[in-house]
């Protein structure tokens, strides 16, 4: 499949409304930009509203937790398979690049882009299945990452970060597509406060929030870009299957391919409009691609037998003893120490203390902070003689599978 391109009229249009700046200008700017504290420090010329949310999330104390929080493939040492600390970057490099072809404001599209993530649980998915059940048979309320990321920075760690940003986090829910997206008007934080609650109370609310900005359009459906033909590719360089088994449709069958024919075709149906769109045939390729790497991939991944069986387990004896540290006041325990109180030290203004709160509340916060290697540790520390282990695929599984293989068949061909 070839790599599309811009129509030829689309490509001049762009061109010439460029350099007259005629074109319909829809982004959010930095002087629209809400913040729950308006005392905050003034906006300046060479640092805007939503560059200064960047920075925040950056140097934010959990950022640095993307680097060992799985994306798909659990307990598989690879470092050439997707972290989730490249999925965001690539998220915010594709958002970027349709951004720019639709004059939107690109700080905000990578605010939201580098904190969508953040809350997300150790183990991908399927932490974030285990710890939502966990939470829910406790609370009845529910755990969804992306809600969870507006939480850790805007709850657990005061940034005070824009009320666009923080919306374009807790509504980029990249696991729904659509074949276009509209800004959902919201003007306050009392509105946000409102949504969230809905999405912890309601099943499936979660999914339903969508952003309050084409910026946030921009980086939902990039998060679906971005992983799209990424986990074909990881799946491919694990040799989970061969990479001719995926279909090759007008979309294209390498990652490279999909990025391209996706962004083009988001950029002619959406220059101009006061949405975000693909056109059918695409936008029925990304469901019909969707639904072969959930066949393909994620229903077969190779550790998730292991996630099922050990993690899980693992992560909800952590919960409890967790939840009953908390309760009887444990003041050596892991969540007071690693967590409480590290989050406390931050210096960031508080109202209140942080860990006052609903004990499930701190518990979930904790174990959705963990990276996955913490998690196992961390088990390994509560409860060090438990029979329940991980092992991890190595690097050289299939050299040694190779040599155990040669060794067997040259002993059963040496002379007796």
């Given at each position: 499949m070839a790599k599309e391109q811009l129509s030829e009229i689309l490509s001049a249009l762009m061109a010439q409304e460029k350099a007259n700046r005629t074109y319909t200008d829809q982004s959010c700017h930095d002087a629209m930009a809400?913040?729950?504290?308006?005392?905050?420090?003034?906006?300046?010329?060479?640092r805007p509203s939503f560059s200064k949310d960047i920075d925040r999330i950056l140097y934010s104390p959990y950022y640095n937790r993307y680097t060992d929080k799985t994306q798909v493939f659990s307990l598989t040492k690879n470092d050439d398979i997707t972290r989730r600390s490249l999925h965001v970057q690539l998220v915010s490099r594709i958002a970027r690049t349709i951004g720019r072809a639709l004059n939107l404001n690109l700080d905000l599209i990578e605010a939201i882009a580098l904190g969508h993530d953040i809350g997300h649980t150790p183990f991908?998915?399927?932490?974030?299945?285990y710890l939502n059940e966990l939470?829910?048979?406790?609370?009845?309320?529910?755990?969804?990452?992306?809600?969870?990321?507006?939480?850790?920075?805007?709850?657990?760690?005061?940034?005070n970060l824009?009320?666009?940003t923080l919306s374009g986090i807790a509504g980029h829910n990249g696991e729904i597509e659509l074949a276009e997206y509209h800004p959902v008007p919201m003007d306050s934080f009392e509105e946000f406060e409102a949504e969230l609650e809905k999405a912890y109370t309601i099943p499936g609310y979660a999914n339903k929030i969508q952003p309050n900005t084409l910026e946030g359009n921009v980086v939902r459906i990039s998060d679906i870009i971005a992983y799209l033909g990424k986990d074909r590719q990881d799946a491919a360089s694990?040799?989970?299957v061969d990479d001719r088994q995926f279909s090759d449709?007008?979309?294209?069958?390498?990652?490279?391919?999909?990025?391209n024919n996706l962004v083009v075709n988001i950029i002619e149906n959406s220059y101009g409009h006061p949405y975000i769109k693909l056109d059918e045939e695409h936008f029925k390729a990304v469901q019909s691609y969707k639904k072969e790497n959930y066949a393909m991939i994620y229903a077969n991944e190779p550790g998730r037998v292991?996630?099922?069986?050990?993690?899980?387990?693992?992560?909800?004896?952590?919960?409890?003893?967790?939840?009953?540290?908390?309760?009887?006041?444990k003041q050596n325990s892991p969540i007071l120490l690693h967590h409480v109180d590290y989050v406390n030290q931050t210096r960031y203004p508080r109202e209140i203390r942080y860990g006052k709160g609903e004990p499930n509340g701190i518990v979930v916060d904790y174990i959705a902070s963990m990276t996955d290697d913490y998690l196992i540790d961390l088990h390994r520390y509560l409860f060090p003689n438990s029979n329940y282990y991980v092992e991890y695929t190595g690097y050289f599984n299939d050299l040694y599978e190779q040599r155990n293989r040669l060794s067997g068949q040259l002993t059963m061909d040496a002379p007796v």
């Open positions: 809400i913040r729950r504290h308006a005392g905050d420090q003034a906006d300046q010329v060479w991908a998915h399927c932490g974030e299945v939470y829910n048979s406790h609370t009845g309320r529910f755990f969804n990452h992306n809600i969870h990321s507006a939480r850790v920075l805007d709850k657990i760690f005061p940034l824009t009320l666009q694990i040799q989970m449709s007008i979309i294209g069958s390498v990652n490279s391919e999909i990025i292991i996630l099922n069986r050990v993690v899980k387990p693992m992560m909800q004896e952590i919960y409890e003893q967790l939840l009953d540290d908390l309760i009887q006041d």
